[in-house]
């Protein structure tokens, strides 16, 4: 663990690339990790908020525990408290993923789906089928079930990408479309974990349901969340497809891994899914907020992006991307629009809707991975890549045609790259979305600047933000 | 703006098993199936069959396909596609838009950039099937998914709603996916019956917020 004495975290080093759907190598084509580059620190979120909750799993051991026991025995106890009843004897059920799972919780995620696996069979006489509902499918993720071998564990094992077939269920609001193989069983069991992913999205409103209106949708209705609801109330696709009859015939219960920016701070379970999230949301808002809101206090950096995810969805200190490119507006207070595409738009009420992060002077893409379009960053910040193999996955992608128009610059070394544009950007500040657990990387002057910061913030962030927060949500603080 | 295509799926004929998958999913139908030839490598009767022409390399082929059949190829030579509004019906395409509910420079397809005018006037000159406004404006022919249901409610607004799935039991597209929006009455309010369902969305403030943006 971190102590006050010596906050920073050298040794923490940045998960392994994987091989990815698209048979891309990156660890054979990244030359050097931006945690390797000169001046590069590790900042724990723990030094920035010290009362984070302890984990009971942390992908590295100067995190937490790396011991999966725990995670076994919480998960164990939360199966044998669930009413599995519903289940008859002998019948079929699948038990649903996502790749935000093994992304970030890894084996934690794995155990946890393992235990549920074991209990429904043995308590039920079920047979279980892992279904993992693809988001942007191969193009986006590592082979996660290679990676875990999840086929030796669980057998019968499917990959569901939201463009397969289809169901149309009937919801409140009329006709939606959820992925046929997910539920095509007479039974279904939902997992998830916490993390804060796509906040200005789900807007920690029915947080834990949102894989019913994006995960398990199919592409219309993914469109419809993205197009046909405002900012703050595309969850209630998610609300729509979980309460409809389709659904509920099927559903059995949610187990979920609640994480913070270190790991896995518990296992929650409930076969009451609303209740399960109304228990967990102020929580959630509780152990992420700091690292949210710190991000916004950096007056000048440059980016650099150096792992799987695309963009938006790459990672630091356990949080996304997507935090920092909005932190110009609180997205967590449902007083603002928040538009993620808001810089689009003028608004006649600043700070009503998300711009452009002026902090960024500059992106430095070591690796990314591809899937998602992302014009928001090619046209608003200097780009420069690592590598002419990198540059041409990213102009292959079919997702992101337009970063031709960021006109790239690439460079042999990831030095030159960072060195360009920090010059350019007139910043020696640097952080880096490598996925490392519990820590931003950044370079150390950067570090402690945020942490001269954090104890101003952290105040602001208990006594007004979260205050603000819960009182929106009707959550008790 | 049109898009660059870079890269063509080239089929793999000896792991192509002949499911159709590709062909169900292919958003601008470049996929079609024929029988194997004898000297193929390969166990099964029919094959894919790629139209090079038509692939705007949208990858749901590779993406669906559980057998490792086809394979990205990068073009010696790329080409553009996209639609030149140029000679478009005006106002019939502002008609159209309107009616949808869409601005005309309302971003439709985030991955090609393609506008909502420029998706009705592929319409309103002659794209009445999803597949043929991808291959009229490359829309749709990225992610596959963000797009999908304004073009589906720009084509229903302009009365091919009930276009015939291609192939017939393709799955590119189902049908509109449900929408807040189109429950939203003429004086601009939702029904008491929706928000009642929904009281922990802030359904008043939205639409009073979202009035208050004003495009470029």
């Keep these: ?477 | 703006m049109p898009k660059r295509v870079r890269m063509v799926a080239q089929i793999v004929p000896e792991n192509c098993t002949g499911c159709r998958l590709c062909e169900q999913v292919c958003p601008t139908v470049a996929i079609g199936m024929r029988p194997r030839r004898p000297d193929e490598p390969g166990k099964s009767r029919n094959i894919a069959m790629l139209a090079p022409e038509a692939c705007y390399n949208a990858q749901a082929c590779v993406e669906i396909c559980q057998d490792n059949a086809i394979e990205m190829v990068e073009l010696a030579e790329p080409f553009d596609v996209g639609f030149e509004y140029v000679g478009a019906n005006d106002e019939a395409v502002k008609a159209l838009c309107r009616k949808a509910g869409y601005g005309r420079t309302m971003q439709i397809c985030v991955c090609t950039d393609t506008k909502a005018g420029e998706i009705a006037a592929a319409i309103v000159a002659g794209a009445h099937t999803p597949e043929a406004v991808s291959l009229a404006t490359g829309a749709r022919t990225g992610c596959v998914e963000l797009c999908m249901n304004p073009i589906l409610h720009l084509l229903a607004c302009a009365g091919y709603g009930d276009a015939p799935r291609n192939p017939k039991n393709g799955f590119q597209w189902y049908g509109e996916s449900a929408t807040l929006w189109q429950h939203v009455r003429p004086d601009g309010t939702l029904p008491e019956e929706i928000r009642e369902t929904f009281p922990e969305f802030p359904l008043d403030k939205e639409f009073g917020d979202m009035a208050k943006l004003k495009r470029r």
């Design chain 1, 1 to 477: 663990m971190a102590t006050a004495a010596t906050p920073f975290l050298d040794d923490l080093r940045p998960p392994a690339f994987h091989e990815t759907w698209h048979k891309h190598r990156p660890a054979e084509v990244v030359k050097r990790r931006a945690a390797d580059l000169p001046g590069m620190t590790a900042l724990p979120v723990r030094a920035l908020m010290p009362g984070l909750p302890g984990t009971i799993w942390s992908e590295d051991p100067l995190l937490g525990p790396t011991s999966l026991d725990e995670v076994r025995r919480q998960a164990k106890a939360r199966a044998q408290a669930m009413d599995w009843t519903k289940i008859e004897q002998g019948r079929t059920v699948n038990l649903l993923a996502n790749p935000h799972g093994f992304q970030l919780c890894g084996m934690a995620y794995v155990t946890m789906l393992e235990v549920i696996a074991d209990h429904v069979r043995e308590t039920r006489g079920a047979k279980v089928r892992l279904r993992i509902a693809e988001s942007m499918g191969h193009i986006e993720n590592p082979d996660w079930v290679k990676i875990y071998g999840l086929r030796e564990r669980f057998g019968d094992v499917e990959e569901c990408p939201q463009m397969g077939a289809g169901t149309k269920v009937d919801t409140k609001l009329g006709d939606m479309y959820v992925t046929r193989k997910l539920f095509d069983a007479p039974y279904f069991i939902h997992t998830h974990v916490t993390e804060m992913r796509e906040g200005y999205l789900h807007r920690m409103l029915d947080r834990l349901m949102k894989p019913f209106g994006m995960a398990y949708a199919r592409l219309e209705t993914r469109s419809a969340y993205h197009f046909g609801f405002g900012p703050r109330t595309g969850q209630i696709v998610s609300r729509c497809i979980f309460e409809s009859d389709f659904i509920q015939q099927r559903y059995v219960g949610t187990m979920v891994l609640d994480t913070t920016s270190e790991g896995v701070a518990s296992v929650e379970a409930d076969n009451d899914l609303k209740a399960l999230d109304r228990r967990l949301a102020a929580g959630i808002m509780r152990n992420y907020g700091m690292a949210m809101k710190i991000l916004g206090e950096i007056e000048d950096c440059v980016v650099v992006f150096d792992d799987h995810g695309c963009g938006v969805y790459c990672y630091a200190g356990g949080i996304a991307f997507d935090n920092m490119l909005c932190a110009d507006v609180d997205f967590m207070d449902l007083d603002n629009l928040s538009l993620l595409a808001a810089e689009r738009h003028d608004s006649a009420e600043p700070g009503l809707t998300m711009g452009k992060n002026a902090a960024i002077r500059g992106i430095v893409i070591n690796y990314m991975a591809g899937g998602v379009p992302q014009p928001f960053l090619w046209d608003n910040y200097p780009i420069h890549v690592v590598g002419e193999t990198v540059n041409k996955w990213m102009l292959n992608d079919p997702t992101n045609w337009h970063f031709e128009r960021a006109k790239a610059r690439v460079w042999p070394t990831l030095e030159q790259a960072v060195a360009t544009a920090c010059r350019e950007g007139g910043t020696k500040n640097v952080i880096v979305f490598d996925r490392t657990p519990g820590a931003f990387r950044v370079t150390r002057e950067l570090g402690e600047h945020l942490l001269a910061r954090a104890p101003e913030l952290r105040r602001k962030v208990e006594d007004v933000y979260l205050p603000k927060w819960l009182r929106q949500r009707g959550l008790a603080a």
